[in-house]
């Protein structure tokens, strides 16, 4: 067998294992001899030190373009959860996410110290996050929290990024790994996700690299491939819930590359295939079972501790499959009940879809945008140079294990396709480190062909990439020239794509530079969490409730506004017209200040709403108060309908009957159209007017999610 490293493009030897592989390399030889003429040679070493300078420069690049950065709006959630996960070994805080990269910074974090506050009852998400929020922002330093978890992600990354391209190697060839690692190190979604304590990036790179080793294990069913495929699935699992698609992909495809290329006198291999494929498959459940200490429950004693009950998680799923086999696999503890949790919530949330107003190539939409939403998003945050050799390497490539790359990338979009669209480009990562291998495919034809103005595209096309993404500051807001870049980007899209909070620190900066010595209070409709504003020295309209109150309950809003971008466009409900056409007095990227008077119900009601849920999801509820809020907030803006669902719920811990009916039956007025939001308010309302109050649980808020 030739050398891995140094192998062309096709490899009919390795290839062919059956009639329909030799159909295969007949059809695709003409194609691979016409871009083949000499292979471009690397030694192990200098392919390992260039593999180590591209990984280094990508770090670098990171760290310049997001030194400005503030936390995103996950980040002191996973951390919290992740020191509570090293030190207590308690999986409770956070479960709708796997511990791999909680478990990383969490041990950053409690070896360089870090004040974690003792449990208490957490009452739903929004309380858990208050806690975690308040752990990092209020008891620790900040500003220390995240260069050392910065540190702590670009160390986790570097690592995986420079495993993506030994897998690469090992897989394919040594040029095609470089090129796929220069792809990556180009784009700015990448750099943007490098530093940040999410599990986005960490799961793209090793869903990846766990394709990259599935296809030589599919390919020559050697044990050590057995072995890597195994730990990289396993960590797959580990970092995300969208892990679970990667592993369906491994177990379908090796079932049908194990049986289907068998002739008749070779049959006999079929059982060690099978038994190697299951090797991995529950070698990778192994690996996710030891991140949880080989324990079912969340903590220690046994008892639940959620935020929420697992049964009530699992009871907001809609369809009837799904909750059968998260049912089923909590009774056979088939996974650890905090991956239970998290898969429920990943299943509602991301496959279902959230009660949200989405802005979508510049159209409306309630829930999730049409299935073209991932394939387009892509395009338009990726340079249009990397699009373009990414683009060449699929029309070259010619290689049996390729095609399971780009089955896994078909596959992984057709799942995205079907769920909720609110995380935009960072929930189609592995899409993007998918597609980078076939820039890779682009560099080794390139550099092994002799066809001149295929080579002067490639080139030409780097250049581009080069020019559109090394030179751009804040790369988490970067949108390539098909929507006019990152400026205009926010007419067109308000998913998480365009900002995630990253601007708090300018905005305590103009805070303390320009509104604090005028003595106005501004308002603030940024994407910060309040317990970041307060650390940070930032007082705003709704801070002081008592002293507030009259600038909260106006829709006219005067004096300074500091608006996150992606809550100008256009929205179902909330919306902001008046400062839509108005012009800012300045702009930090997506941080757009105004000045003057604007009516702004939609953004009152939004305000009104907020400091509810405080109220509510507090160890002492405010119940009359938060109802008061409620019922302002519904009355300001109607078209908000879970507004109105939370008010009924409040209603009915204060035992108001008619008070609940009302709230839930103005909430089905405005409820979109979405036939099972519309029958679970319908079948609340019937309860409400015939069962005992104290007998019927509060209807689940939308607008929580």
């Known amino acids: ?75 002191a959630y996973h951390i919290a959860a992740g020191v509570s996960y090293v030190t207590r070994n308690d999986f409770r805080l956070n479960p709708e996410h796997p511990p791999l990269v909680k478990l990383w910074v969490g041990t950053v974090m409690s070896l360089t110290g870090f004040h974690l506050s003792p449990f208490r009852q957490m009452h739903d998400k929004f309380d858990e996050r208050r806690f975690a929020q308040q752990d990092v922002f209020l008891n620790n330093d900040p500003d220390s929290v995240q260069r050392r978890s910065r540190l702590a992600m670009w160390a986790l990354n570097g690592l995986l990024l420079v495993a993506f391209g030994f897998a690469v190697r090992r897989g394919f060839n040594r040029t095609i790994a470089l ?5 990556l190190a180009i784009d700015p979604t990448v750099a943007a996700h490098f530093p940040v304590v999410m599990t986005d990036l960490p799961v793209a790179l090793l869903a ?22 195994l730990l990289a699935l396993g960590l797959t699992l580990s970092a995300k819930h969208s892990g679970l698609v990667i592993w369906m992909f491994v177990a379908l495809a090796g079932m049908s590359l194990a049986i289907l290329p068998l002739r008749q006198s070779n049959v006999q291999l079929l059982p060690r295939r099978l038994l190697k494929l299951s090797v991995v498959l529950l ?89 073209f939403f991932f394939p387009g998003v892509v395009a338009v945050k990726l340079p249009i140079g990397l699009s373009i050799l990414g683009l060449l390497g699929v029309w070259f490539f010619v290689e049996m294990p390729l095609l399971t790359v780009l089955a896994a990338l ?50 030409l ?29 926010y007419q067109y899209f308000d998913d998480e794509g365009i ?13 303390q530079q320009i509104v604090f010595p005028s003595r106005e209070i501004p308002y603030i409709d940024y994407w910060a969490w309040d317990e970041e504003l307060q650390s940070r020295g930032v007082d705003w309209v709704g801070h002081n409730p008592i002293r507030d109150q009259q600038m909260v309950l106006s829709p006219i809003r005067s004096g300074t506004t500091l608006a996150d971008a992606k809550f100008l466009g256009r929205r179902l409900w909330w919306d902001a017209g008046s400062l839509r056409v108005a012009k800012p007095i300045a702009r930090f990227g997506n941080l757009l200040v105004f000045r003057g008077n604007f009516n702004l119900p939609g953004k009152t009601s939004a305000a009104l709403y907020g400091a509810a849920l405080q109220k509510i999801f507090t160890e002492k509820a405010e119940l009359q108060a938060a109802e008061s809020m409620l019922k302002q907030a519904a009355a300001l803006d109607p078209d908000a309908f879970f507004v109105n669902v939370e008010l009924g719920n409040v209603r009915l811990r204060l035992g108001s009957r008619d008070g609940a009916l009302s709230a839930y039956q103005a909430a089905l007025q405005h409820v ?27 209807l689940h808020d939308p607008g929580l999610e």
């Open 410 to 459: 078909v596959w992984f979009l057709a799942v995205l396709s079907s769920g909720a669209t609110y995380g935009g480009v960072r929930h189609a990562l592995p899409v993007l480190a998918l597609f980078s291998i076939f820039g890779g495919v682009t560099a080794h034809v390139t550099l092994s062909s002799g066809l001149k103005a295929m080579n002067a595209v490639a080139i």
């Open 283 to 371: 070698g990778a459940l192994v690996v996710l079972w030891a991140l949880y200490s080989f324990r079912f429950h969340e903590s220690r004693d046994g008892s639940e501790t959620f935020n929420r009950l697992l049964t009530d998680k699992i009871a907001d799923v809609e369809s009837p499959a799904y909750r059968l086999a998260l049912h089923q696999m909590a009774f056979l503890h088939a996974m650890p009940r905090a991956y239970i949790w998290g898969l429920a919530d990943t299943v509602h949330a991301g496959l279902e879809g959230r009660a949200i107003s989405q802005l979508a190539f510049g159209r409306l939409y309630y829930n999730k945008a049409p299935r």
């Open 461 to 489: 096309a780097l250049l581009a990439a080069c020019a559109s993404a090394l030179p751009v500051v804040r790369p988490w807001e970067y949108y390539n020239e098909f929507v006019g870049g990152s400026s205009n980007a």
């Open 179 to 183: 090129g796929t690692i220069l792809f």
């Open 672 to 698: 979109p159209n979405d036939p099972s939001l519309r029958q679970s308010i319908e079948h609340q309302i019937q309860r409400v007017s015939v069962d005992s109050l104290d007998q019927i649980p509060a």
């Open 499 to 511: 900002d995630l909070g990253q601007r708090a620190k300018e905005l305590a900066n103009y805070y």
């Open 208 to 229: 990846a690299t766990t394709i990259t080793l599935a296809s030589q294990l599919l390919r020559a069913w050697q044990w050590k491939d057995v072995c890597l495929c």
């Open 1 to 75: 067998m030739q050398s891995v490293g140094e192998g062309p493009i096709i490899r009919s030897t390795e290839i062919g294992v059956g009639r329909a592989s030799e159909d295969f390399v007949t059809a695709t030889t003409a194609l691979s001899e016409q871009t083949k003429v000499h292979t471009f040679a690397l030694s192990p070493q200098i392919f390992s030190l260039i593999l180590l300078l591209l990984v280094g420069s990508a770090i670098v690049r990171s760290a310049v373009a997001t030194r400005l950065d503030s936390f995103t709006l996950d980040e």
